[in-house]
C-alpha cells in the first residue's frame, strides 16, 4: 500500500521529543525537510506500477484525505510538478528515481500525438506511461457518458515546456546520457517556433489553449515564462547543445525581463496583457519577483524584490500568490525560502522552512495552502469567466518538489546547489 508506507517513512524521520529531551539535537529545519520529502518522492515514484516511464499526480492523498473532488484534477499529472519532481529526486542524491519521471518527459516529447515537435501538453495521465501516443489527462464522465479532456490541460504553456527542458538538461547532467539534451533542445526550438515575439518588449507569449479545432493562442507574455526562458537556452547555449539559436533565444527572454523591470520601484510586474505590449498591472505574482533572482544573469538591483514580496504578498509564516494576501501559499514560501538563502540570509529562509516543517500531509507531501483556499487573481484559461484559478488545500507535488529545493538549497536555473540554509 502506497500511504501507509509513506506514512511510516515519514513518522520515522521525525526525532521523538523524548529523545530530544535526553540531550540529542534536534534536526534543522533544512534537514528535516529534506530527509521527510526526499523519502516521500521516492515512495511516490517506486509505487507506480513497473521500472519505465512514469509521471506521478500532481494531487496526491492520504486515504483520500485532501483527495481533489474535480475529475479533471483526480488522476492528472502536470508537467510543470513532474519536472520539479524529476529535479527534486536529482538534488536528493536519488538521480536514479528520477531517471522514470524523465523518461516519461522525453517520451511525451517524442510521442505526443500532435507528433514529435517538442510540443507537451499541461498535464497529462499519472502513472506507467505505456500508451502511444502518451495520452494527455482525461477522463469518463459517466452522466454523459463520454470522454472528455479539459482545454487548459491538453493545451501547452511556454512555461512548462521550459521547466520540463530544465529536468531534461539536470538528468542529463546528472546521469550523463545525451538523450536528455536532445529532448531539451526539442523542447527549446519549439519554443522558438511557436511563441517568439517582437512587438512591444518582445520575448515569448503563453502559449496555446486547447487541442484540434478549438485552439486558441495566449498571446499574453509572462515575466515567468520569460525566466524560465532565460535559464533553459542559457542552459543550451552553455552546453554546447545543437537545434536552435539558443543565444538569440535567451537574449529575446532576458530583453523582456529588462524591459519589464520597475527601476523605480524595485519589482516585476507580472507581464503584460494580450496584445502583448501592455504591462498588466492589475494583479501582482510571487514567483515574477522571486524567480528571475535565482538566474545566473541576475543583476544585484533586482533583490529589491525580495522587499516588494514582503509588503504585497507576505503574510503571517509566509507568502501568498498575489496581493490579497488571503493565506499562505506553501509553494510560494519554499521559493522564497531559496530566494532569500540565495542571496545570503539564511536566517530568514530557515524561519521560512520551519514554517513548511509544519505543512507536510500525512501522506507525506506538503500541503498545497495552509487554509482551505489561496485565491490567485488569475483566469485559468480564455474561456474562464472571471479569476477562477484557485489553490486548495490538496496535497500537493510541486510545493513538495520546491521545498526539496529549498531545503537543499538547489538552483533549478543553475542545475546545482548554490546556497543552502
Not at 314 to 339: C, M, P
Not at 408 to 421: C, E, I, L, R, V
Request: charged share 20%; glycine share 12%.
Amino acid at each position: 500500500m502506497r500511504w501507509p508506507r509513506s506514512f511510516l517513512l515519514a513518522a520515522c524521520l521525525f526525532v521523538p521529543s523524548a529523545a530530544v529531551a535526553q540531550g540529542q539535537t534536534a534536526p534543522q529545519p533544512a534537514a528535516l525537510l529534506e530527509s521527510r520529502l526526499c523519502g516521500s518522492l521516492t515512495v511516490a515514484i517506486d509505487a507506480v506500477p513497473g521500472k519505465g516511464p512514469a509521471f506521478l499526480r500532481s494531487f496526491d492523498h492520504p486515504s483520500g484525505a485532501g483527495a481533489p473532488v474535480e475529475d479533471a484534477l483526480k488522476n492528472a499529472a502536470f508537467t510543470y510538478d513532474n519536472a520539479l519532481a524529476t529535479i527534486a529526486l536529482v538534488a536528493c542524491g536519488r538521480a536514479a528515481k528520477a531517471r522514470r519521471i524523465g523518461d516519461a518527459l522525453l517520451s511525451a516529447v517524442e510521442n505526443d500525438r500532435a507528433g514529435p515537435l517538442g510540443r507537451l501538453r499541461t498535464t497529462y495521465r499519472a502513472g506507467p506511461q505505456q500508451e502511444f501516443p502518451i495520452p494527455p489527462n482525461g477522463w469518463w464522465n459517466q452522466k454523459a457518458q463520454r470522454w472528455e479532456e479539459d482545454a487548459y490541460q491538453v493545451g501547452t504553456a511556454t512555461g512548462n515546456v521550459a521547466w520540463a527542458g530544465l529536468a531534461l538538461l539536470t538528468l542529463a547532467d546528472a546521469l550523463n546520457e545525451p538523450k536528455y539534451r536532445a529532448g531539451a533542445a526539442k523542447l527549446g526550438a519549439w519554443v522558438l517556433v511557436h511563441t517568439r515575439d517582437t512587438k512591444g518588449p518582445g520575448g515569448f507569449t503563453g502559449g496555446v489553449h486547447g487541442d484540434g479545432a478549438g485552439t486558441q493562442t495566449l498571446t499574453w507574455k509572462s515575466v515567468e515564462h520569460n525566466t524560465d526562458l532565460v535559464a533553459l537556452f542559457g542552459w543550451l547555449d552553455r552546453a554546447g547543445v545543437t537545434g536552435g539559436d539558443w543565444a538569440a533565444g535567451k537574449a529575446a527572454a532576458l530583453g523582456f525581463l529588462n524591459a519589464l523591470w520597475r527601476a523605480d520601484a524595485g519589482y516585476f510586474p507580472t507581464g503584460t496583457l494580450p496584445d502583448g505590449i501592455t504591462v498588466n498591472d492589475g494583479n501582482s505574482g510571487l514567483d515574477a519577483l522571486l524567480w528571475p533572482l535565482l538566474l545566473p544573469e541576475s543583476p544585484r538591483d533586482w533583490r529589491r524584490a525580495l522587499d516588494r514580496a514582503d509588503q504585497a504578498h507576505g503574510v503571517a509564516g509566509g507568502y501568498d500568490f498575489n496581493g490579497d494576501r488571503d493565506g499562505v501559499w506553501v509553494e510560494g514560501t519554499a521559493q522564497a525560502a531559496l530566494s532569500w538563502a540565495s542571496v545570503g540570509d539564511r536566517e530568514r529562509a530557515e524561519k521560512l522552512l520551519a514554517g513548511l516543517v509544519g505543512d507536510i500531509s500525512p501522506g507525506g507531501y506538503l500541503w498545497a495552502t495552509r487554509g482551505d483556499k489561496v485565491s490567485t487573481g488569475f483566469a485559468i484559461g480564455p474561456d474562464s469567466k472571471n479569476a477562477d484559478f484557485f489553490y486548495y488545500r490538496q496535497p500537493h507535488l510541486g510545493a513538495t518538489s520546491w521545498a526539496v529545493l529549498a531545503a537543499t538549497g538547489w538552483n533549478p536555473f543553475k542545475g546545482k546547489a548554490t546556497s543552502a540554509p
